[in-house]
């Protein structure tokens, strides 16, 4: 079985959403499945199936989160050196094409959010950047091409 690699704040977030779903969600879907029985006729009760249907995904995701965290290995990144990149770290880049700079947070796949500029370990560009240090200059080819950063710096 394949861990899922996730830093402490990674993994609590996993815990809250799995007993939201749990507590809060499994009730509210419950209720609206009953309310929609007293509408009558199940067979063409649309509010009724809905309610099935949001039952089935809530209880999907109940058993992904459950598979997740019993494979779950807490990183703590404050350990690890900030001398290269690796998980954890946030790493500032300059793009060399485009003079740009930008800055990812390096995460587990389920930690990543790269609107909030949180990359997984495991994209394109975090494999390539993984072990590399201030000052070197990473080429990474990604499906729209070759992308090419010089690392600015590496923090925690």
Known sequence: MERVYLSQEGYEKMVQELEYLKKVK?????????????????????????????ASHNEGRIQDLEDKLSRAEIVDGSTL?????????????KDLESDEEIEYNLVGNEEADPVAGKISISSPVGKALLGHKVNEVVKIEVPAGILEYKIISISR
Not at 38 to 44: A, R, V
Not at 81 to 93: I, N
């Open 26 to 54: 499994r009730r509210e879907i419950s209720s609206a499945i009953e309310q929609a029985r007293l509408l009558g006729d199940l067979k063409e009760n649309a509010e009724y199936h809905a309610a099935k249907e949001a």
């Open 81 to 93: 050196s900030a001398d290269s990149v690796c998980f954890g770290v946030m790493v500032k880049l």
